[in-house]
C-alpha cells in the first residue's frame, strides 16, 4: 500500500498541470478539486448509503438504484468526479441525496471524507475501485460494495497485469453486483472471493421514463417535417463521419448532434460552422431558422431528445471509445445504431443485435446505408423500436436486487425495506 499511495501522489502532481492547462484552453473542465482534495464541508450521513458515481453515466446509475432503495430515515449522499455528473446530479437529486465530490485516492483526503460523511455502507459503481479508500473504508468498519459491476476487456487485461497486488483489496469488498456471467467470472479470476460475487443485471435498464423533450415545439418546427436522427454521446471525429454520411442520402433527415462532453459544444459548433451546415443549438434563444442540424448543448435531455427521433446512433463506437450506453433510445422506442466499438456495452450491444434493436456500421458508408434502408422503410424501423422498449421493460430488475443487497450490508439502524421503483 506504501508503494500505491507513492505513486498515487505523484500521478496526481504529474497530472494536475496537464489538467489545468486542457482546461484553460477550452478542454475538458476540471472537477471540484477542492472538494477531491477533502478542502470543502461534507454532508454527515450518520450511518447512511453513500453512491459514488463518476461522471453523468453513472449518475444515472445511482438515481436509478437511489428509486429502488427505501430504507426509513437514512441519508443518501453522492459522490462524483467530474464537473458534468457534478451538474447533473445537483439537477436530478436534489432532494433526494446530497452530493459532494468524491475525494482522490490519498490518505488525507479519504481520512476526511470517510471521517465527516460517516457512512454505513458504500456503493461504487462499475469499474471504481480504489485500493486505498477500499483499505480506509474497511478500517472505519465500512462495507465497500461494487455495483452495476462490468470489468471490460480492455480493464480485464490492465487489471490482470497486476492481479497478485489487486487480490488483497478485492477481498475487502463485501459485495460484487455484476452485470453479467461474464463480468462475473472476469472479477473472480481478478481475485474477488466467489461467494460474494452476484448477478443482478444492467442497473441502466431501471431507468425511469424521460419526460417529454423541453424544446419539443421548436425542434419539430426546424425539422419541417423530415425524420429525426438523434445522434447521442459523440465523440470527437464522429460528427465529421454522420455529416458526410448523411450527405450521401438523396432525401436528406434533421440530424440532432449531442456531442458526449460539455467541453466539445463548441468545437462542434465551429465544425458545423466551418461546413457552411446551417443549424441551431439547445442553448440559443433563437426562433426556428431553417437548418439541417439541431445541436443539443445540454446535459441531461438526450433521453428525452431521444423521443423526438425516428432512429438513433450512439457515439464513441465509430472511433475507439467504447461505445454508449444504447439503452436510453430504446426506452424511448428508438431503434439504434452503433460503430464497432461498443466494448463497454459488449451484452447489451449483443442482446440488441440479436433482436434486431441495434444495427452496427462500420465507417460512413455503411452508416449512410443503413440510415437509407431505416428511413425509408418507417414502418419496419417503428416496429423495431417498438421492441426495443418492450426489451428494456423486459429487462428491469437489477436496481430492486441491488438495493435489497445493498440494505442487507448497510448498518442496523438503517436497515429497511427496499421496492422495485
Same mark, same amino acid.
Given at each position: ?19 489545468? #492547462? ?22 454527515? #450521513? @450518520? ?59 490519498? !490518505?488525507? %483526503?479519504?481520512?476526511?471524507? =470517510? ?8 456503493? #461504487? ?28 476487456? &480492455? ?28 463480468? +462475473?467470472? &472476469? ?19 431501471? *431507468? ?14 426546424? @425539422? ?17 463521419? *454522420? =455529416?458526410? +454520411? ?23 459548433? @465551429?465544425? #458545423?460552422?466551418?461546413?457552411?451546415? %446551417? ?89 449512410? &446505408?443503413?440510415?437509407?434502408?431505416? =428511413? ?5 424501423? !417503428? ?15 437489477? !436496481? ?5 443487497? =445493498?440494505?442487507?450490508?448497510?448498518? %442496523? ?9
Amino acid at each position: 500500500m506504501l508503494l500505491y499511495r507513492a505513486l498515487a501522489a505523484a500521478s496526481l502532481a504529474a497530472y494536475a498541470p496537464w489538467a489545468l #492547462l486542457r482546461s484553460l484552453t477550452g478542454g475538458k473542465r476540471l472537477g471540484d478539486i477542492r472538494g477531491r482534495l477533502g478542502k470543502r464541508p461534507y454532508p454527515d #450521513l @450518520a450511518g447512511g448509503v453513500w453512491i459514488h458515481a463518476v461522471s453523468v453515466g453513472e449518475v444515472g446509475v445511482a438515481r436509478n438504484l437511489l428509486r429502488a432503495l427505501i430504507l426509513p430515515d437514512t441519508r443518501f449522499g453522492v459522490s462524483v468526479s467530474t464537473a458534468a455528473g457534478r451538474d447533473l446530479a445537483e439537477r436530478t437529486l436534489a432532494g433526494r441525496a446530497d452530493v459532494f465530490a468524491f475525494p482522490f485516492d490519498l !490518505a488525507g %483526503p479519504v481520512e476526511r471524507a =470517510l471521517t465527516a460523511v460517516r457512512p454505513g455502507v458504500v456503493a #461504487l459503481t462499475e469499474t471504481e475501485i480504489w485500493p486505498l479508500f477500499i483499505e480506509r473504508a474497511q478500517r472505519h468498519g465500512v462495507p465497500v460494495a461494487l455495483v452495476n459491476g462490468r470489468i471490460s476487456e &480492455r480493464s480485464f487485461q490492465r487489471y490482470g497485469r497486476v492481479r497478485r497486488w489487486l487480490a488483497p483489496t478485492l477481498n475487502r469488498i463485501a459485495l460484487f453486483a455484476m452485470q453479467s456471467e461474464e463480468d +462475473a467470472r &472476469r472479477i473472480v479470476h481478478l481475485g474477488a472471493p466467489a461467494a460474494r460475487v452476484r448477478v443482478f443485471g444492467n442497473l441502466k435498464y431501471d *431507468l425511469p421514463e424521460a419526460p417529454p423533450f423541453a424544446d419539443a415545439q421548436r425542434l419539430r418546427a426546424v @425539422a419541417a417535417g423530415r425524420p429525426i436522427v438523434v445522434a447521442g454521446s459523440t465523440g470527437e471525429g464522429e460528427e465529421l463521419v *454522420l =455529416l458526410e +454520411a448523411l450527405e450521401r442520402l438523396e432525401k436528406k433527415p434533421f440530424l440532432v448532434l449531442a456531442p458526449r462532453r460539455p467541453e466539445r459544444f463548441e468545437s462542434v459548433a @465551429a465544425l #458545423l460552422e466551418s461546413r457552411g451546415v %446551417p443549424y441551431v443549438r439547445r442553448s440559443s434563444a433563437d426562433a426556428t431558422p431553417p437548418a439541417a442540424v439541431y445541436l443539443l448543448d445540454s446535459i441531461g435531455e438526450l433521453g428525452s431528445a431521444y423521443r423526438e427521433a425516428t432512429v438513433a446512433f450512439v457515439g464513441r463506437s465509430l472511433i475507439p471509445g467504447g461505445g454508449q450506453n444504447p439503452i436510453e433510445a430504446w426506452a424511448a422506442g428508438v431503434s439504434v445504431l452503433a460503430g464497432p466499438h461498443m466494448e463497454n456495452f459488449r451484452d447489451v450491444a449483443a442482446s440488441g443485435e440479436a433482436l434486431g434493436i441495434l444495427r452496427r456500421v462500420s465507417d460512413g458508408a455503411s452508416l449512410a &446505408r443503413e440510415l437509407e434502408a431505416a =428511413l425509408s422503410s418507417p414502418r419496419e424501423t !417503428a416496429g423495431r423500436g417498438a421492441d426495443a422498449s418492450r426489451f428494456v421493460a423486459e429487462s428491469r430488475g437489477a !436496481a430492486a436486487a441491488t438495493a435489497q443487497a =445493498l440494505a442487507a450490508l448497510a448498518s %442496523p439502524a438503517s436497515r429497511g425495506r427496499t421496492s422495485s421503483p
